[in-house]
């Protein structure tokens, strides 16, 4: 629907587009390509017109918590959620927690000062063992409901959706046996956090001992620390916990003068924005964060509304986006 | 400070370092490697406890807005912002404005029932020519300050903190010509913003024409089709707006079956986190965030103590980084 006030002409010719197209946008048509149609909706809020009138603040901010803006893996649930909590009808408040900033506990306590309709946590304290979960048993006991992406504690009352670690895993263990490999290290963040602790234990499951695991942190540098411990102990292809460990893994390869992958296949997960653009493009598991997104957005809007949740942790399927950074195993 | 009831030993192992490390952190003493510092606050917070006790709700969130989160450029401004507010003892919530999603108008208003310290908007409506600038008019009078980074009206009781995007585009240019390129482009997003349309007057004014200037999106398909123009009129070098146009730009050389910089040279604007892993390497333009966030988060923390702000606009001089995308004209 045009926003009261607004002129198909206005519109078309600050997206630069047709008032056809402006038109189709507007009214939800498809065969609309999403470039353009975010050029049409950026022209209508540029212009100081309202898509729709039913984002009121009197139903309450949505607080969603991320760890890290700065790890694009974090940056695009954040994206996806301001998205869909938008089409509920419903504003996301963004709280960035992390080491040295403020902390999920300090967010949550002053947030039940504020109206708040409920809690939206990725990867947070919940996912952490060594953290206290206290906090979001008082969250609970305050009313407001909370879901939970990729962190599970069944004593705590909420939805929890999931990427399925193991899955992970077990995909790109398969693709590198394909090819050959059998000298397969695993370099993963602190073992405190679930979907490390996860990802351990999976890969253990299919056969392989401790010491093709080393822990550091969920960095480059931390990457880089841990690949170099695995070519240390002879293993041509290392699986890392996240996209930035594999580009410091990446780099420990390239400093030994050796190629990726025709020396070592490297293996990321989250296929952050770049990494079809990094050298080599990099083999890396995707997680579906457009459905874990909308599920939670899904299940957040019905506890809001007052149905009873299920606190069953739902697991996603993953996939593995085949770049440049795996190869053939060139037997020594 | 060890933090009340925490034991050195504990935190030493939950850090994996060693306790003469964790005294070190806590007691602020230099000499320890950044991601050592931050695997002790993160053991910290892990463990439950609260590094300072200074922040407190009652003095109000502050609140940041960017435009788009999944813009790896602005992740690291919310990034080094939630660091330096909560430095400052301040609780930063990030509203993510963007097509599609929750208006900066509609966070704005909603905002204002809420108590809301101030508020340092990135790139903001406040950049953009065709939006309505009233809601900032409405905030100062509803007493609440606000600093803007990256976006300047004189008519807007705030303060001003910006990149220079004339000496970022004057360093491109300087860079290209020493290395023999005389057909140089520039790939800009919507001219309706004010850093395009900064860099387009500084390109002008450097004696380019009109003709060496395409406008498209901030994107990586955005540049991809600026890029096929200004190679369609034989550029040899590009200057983008942004770090994902310039990964556009490269793709639609090599899809061309051209090398960078072997037939055409690409610069680009960000220096965003993994640019040192593309192929090949990015070299680009690094605004000087830390200064920034700090100046901004300096200014606000002044006007919330109810001094006087000095609408000037403060210009922050970027610095080009070198690597493997730029290189010597091949004369044809």
């Known amino acids: 629907m ?8 206005d519109l078309a010719e600050a997206a630069g587009v047709s008032t056809a197209t402006v038109s189709r946008v507007l009214n939800g048509k498809p065969g609309v390509a999403e470039a353009t149609r975010l050029a049409v909706l950026s022209a209508v809020e540029s212009l100081g017109f309202q898509l ?9 901010f949505i607080a969603v918590m991320v760890p890290e803006i700065g790890n694009p893996g974090f940056a695009s649930f954040a994206t996806e959620l301001s998205l869909q909590l938008s089409a509920a009808g419903r504003h996301m408040i963004l709280c960035t927690a992390g080491p040295g900033a403020t902390t999920e506990v300090a967010y949550l306590d002053a947030l039940l000062g ?5 809690i939206i946590s990725v990867s947070g304290t919940l996912a952490d063992r060594l953290a206290s979960h206290d906090h979001y048993e008082r969250i609970a006991a305050a009313g407001v409901p909370a879901v939970f992406i990729n962190a599970h504690d069944p004593k705590i009352d909420g939805a929890f959706f999931s990427t399925s670690d193991a899955e992970a895993i077990a995909m790109s263990v398969a693709h590198l046996r394909q090819f050959g490999h059998e000298r397969i290290g695993l370099a993963i963040g602190q073992q405190r956090y679930q979907p490390a602790r996860r990802k351990m234990d999976a890969f253990l499951g299919l056969g392989f001992t401790r010491e093709a695991i080393v822990s550091t942190i969920f960095s480059v540098e931390g990457g880089q620390a841990a690949a170099a411990k695995l070519l240390d102990s002879g293993h041509t292809a290392i ?9 410091g893994a990446i780099r420990e390869v390239h400093a ?9 296949s490297v293996v990321g997960y989250d296929d952050s924005p770049v990494m079809a653009f990094t050298a080599p493009g990099l083999t890396t598991v995707r997680q579906p964060v457009a459905a874990l997104c909308q599920s939670a957005v899904g299940a957040l809007m019905s506890a809001i509304r007052g149905l009873p949740t299920d606190s069953t942790e739902m697991l996603f399927h993953p996939d593995l986006i085949i770049r440049q950074s795996t190869g053939p195993h060139h037997g020594s």
């Open 239 to 247: 699986i890392c916990g996240s996209d930035l460990m594999a580009l």
């Open 114 to 118: 504020v109206e708040i309709a409920g």
């Open 52 to 60: 729709e009138d039913h984002r009121g603040a009197d139903d309450g």
């Open 2 to 9: 045009i926003p009261p006030g607004a002129r198909l002409a």
């Open 256 to 264: 030994r003068g050796l190629d990726v992958p025709g020396d070592v």
